[in-house]
Structures are given as C-alpha cells and as structure tokens.
C-alpha cells in the first residue's frame, strides 16, 4: 500500500499547471460530449440562453474576484494576482447592461447551481485560501483559451455588433498577447511552493469545480428531456429586447405601456420554469470550461 502511494505521488507532473490538466483530462472529455457543447460550436444559441450566462457568470466572478481580493497578499496567490489583466466583474457589467438596460441588477436572478458555486468559492475564499488558485486558473486561463472561440462563435449567431457590444466578458483589453500571458501565468503559477499534500487539494478542488458544471448540467438535462418527452417541452417568453438600426433599439428595450409593466417584470424573459433556466445557463457554463481546458 505504501509503496503504491509513492508510486502515485512519483507520477504526478511536477509543475502545478501541468499537473491541473492531467488532473482534469477526464472531466474535460466528460464536457466535450455534451449535446449542448456540439449545438454551440455549430452557433446553435440563442440570445435569450446567452443572456443568462451573462447573468450567471456576473454572481460566479464576482465572487471569486471578492475572495481573490481578500486573500491577494496570500502566499499561495501572490504570484498569480493579475486584476488589471484577468478580473472579469466589470466587464459582465457593462455586458448586462448592455442587454438589459441601466436596471438590469433588477432583472437578473441567480439560479440554485450557480448559487452552489458562489458559495464554494466563499468557503474556499475564507477558510482554505490555498485552494483558490484552482478556481483562477480553470476559470481565467478558459476564457483566455476557449471563450475567444466562443467569442466569435456568439458574436456570428447572435448577431451582436462588431464593435464588440455585448461581449466585453471576452475582451481582455490589458492582454496584449494572450498566448505569451498564459505562459507567464503558467510560470507563475509554478513557482507557488506548495508540499504535495496541499498540491493533491489543489488538483482535486480543480476537480470539483468542473464536476459541479458537469454533473448539474447532465442531471438538469435528463429533466428536460423528459420533459419533451412527456410532451411539455419548456417554453421561452419572447426576447426582451429586439434588434435594429436604430441606437434606440440597440441599446434598451422597447417602450411597452403601464399595464404590461408588471407583468413583463415577472416574466423577465425566461423559460417558464426554474430547472429549464437552470439547464440554460449552466450548459454554457461547462462549454466555456470545456473549450478553454482543451486549449490550455
């Protein structure tokens, strides 16, 4: 037994970042074969499904960029503390803003997986600091890596302006070379000392935070499967905002009268129930991963 536990730790790749990657190959295959990853890299999204992933990664970046504020000055961050470069939360603002309108913090909700996640990141933020590393590096280096795919991908079926509108979250307008950054930060992330015991708590919370997409999405999956099959598909209201040449129409929704207010604000143009949301938002979620491990 002993013998096979060095054995193990022997044939670990010696640099975290590589080690990160082998560690999560597995689940990264896992990702690729979902229906949803095929239908996005087809361009088959639509406005109303990216509109929540805006939301949901606002509540996931804004707390992972809480906790990596409160523990910038940790030893086992220090190195790969980039907020001008990486952070995100600012960008997915003037993003929903973009789609919702100046009251979009009011139009927005998070769904119970996503929750799950921010809270994850909370723990770890608070009481096990040394793992937030693995949540920067399968978050940031993603989108670096797969989310420029995505990028393109969305931008071309949705429609959005090429002057970018709407896609500040891909935008890392203080990455000049993302290639070269990657490696800085891989070599950074390196150089992070760390015994074996906290690297194998690093891999494994790498780990968890891309099971927690997968499994989610496959398990909220097989519901709307059934729903279909059942006869019940889920429905979607209408977008909320339509298109035009107008800036007027671009840039908030249309004027609709007193009496629809109400009812438009319940609605908030979502799927009629709580578990097709959920399914929506969180298979971008494990696309976004999934293209940007493969890439890393």
Not at 250 to 274: F, I, N, Q, W, Y
């Amino acid at each position: 037994m002993e013998g096979s536990k060095t054995h193990s730790s022997e044939s670990m790749p010696g640099d975290l970042s590589e080690a990160l990657k082998e560690a999560t190959k597995e689940v990264h295959e896992q990702a690729e074969s979902t229906e949803f990853m095929k239908n996005f890299q087809r361009g088959q999204v639509s406005l109303q499904e990216f509109k929540m992933v805006m939301a949901s990664l606002y509540y996931i970046y804004s707390a992972l960029e809480e906790e990596i504020e409160r523990n910038k000055d940790h030893p086992a961050y220090i190195p790969v503390y980039f907020p001008a470069e990486l952070h995100r939360t600012t960008a997915l603002q003037e993003d929903l803003e973009y789609f919702y309108g100046p009251l979009w913090r009011e139009e927005i909700s998070c769904p119970e997986s996503t929750q799950k996640y921010v809270n994850r990141l909370h723990y770890v933020g608070q009481h096990e600091p040394e793992l937030l590393v693995a949540h920067a590096y399968t978050r940031y280096l993603g989108d670096l890596s797969g989310g420029q795919v995505l990028k393109k991908i969305a931008q071309k079926a949705l429609h959005l302006p090429s002057t970018g509108e709407g896609l500040e979250f891909f935008t890392f307008e203080g990455v000049s070379n993302a290639t070269k950054f990657k490696q800085l930060y891989r070599s950074r992330m390196n150089s992070i000392e760390m015994d074996p015991a906290t690297k194998k708590r690093v891999l494994e919370e790498a780990k968890r935070a891309f099971l927690l997409n997968v499994q989610v999405f496959e398990e909220l999956q097989r519901f709307v499967s059934q729903s279909h099959e059942n006869g019940h598909p889920a429905q979607q209201k209408p977008e909320l905002r339509t298109r035009g040449t107008s800036g007027a129409q671009e840039r908030g929704p249309a004027p609709v009268k007193e009496g629809e207010k109400t009812a438009m604000k319940h609605t908030d143009m979502l799927p009629s129930t709580p578990l097709a949301r959920w399914i929506l938002v969180l298979s971008f979620l494990v696309t976004t991963v999934a293209v940007g491990l493969f890439a890393m």
